[in-house]
Nanobody, 115 residues
Framework: QVQLVESGGGLVQPGGSLRLSCAAS?????????RGWYRQAPGKERELVAT??????NYADSVKGRFTISRDTVKNTVVLQMNSLKPEDTGVYYC?????????WGQGTQVTVSS
């Protein structure tokens, strides 16, 4: 079964940067329609952070101008560059890849923004 593996989380001070990466454990033969990142803060529901499709990106208003999502369709990876991090960005970040009939999720990586 295909698994998504995230890396790059950690503890960072406010104003700092982190780069999250996600890769599939094996090749996904179906066409990936959308790749994205979601996050869940303690006591809150999981929310969309950013998604990327063929030529289009979408960001939550709270991260626009600070976060950048990118992908490598050959390696089937998705990266989230996070700059100017704020304490409210703290949470578990999940990678997602969606193809018709299949919705893949990673186990999550913790991001903590604190001084």
């Amino acid at each position: 079964q295909v698994q998504l593996v995230e890396s790059g989380g950690g503890l960072v001070q406010p104003g700092g940067s982190l780069r999250l990466s996600c890769a599939a454990s094996e090749r996904i033969f179906s066409f990936i329609v959308r790749r994205g990142w979601y996050r869940q803060a303690p006591g809150k529901e999981r929310e969309l952070v950013a998604t990327i499709t063929s030529g289009n990106t979408n960001y939550a208003d709270s991260v626009k101008g600070r976060f950048t999502i990118s992908r490598d369709t050959v390696k089937n990876t998705v990266v989230l560059q996070m700059n100017s991090l704020k304490p409210e960005d703290t949470g578990v970040y999940y990678c997602n890849m969606y193809s018709t009939g299949n919705d893949y999720w990673g186990q999550g990586t913790q991001v903590t923004v604190s001084s």
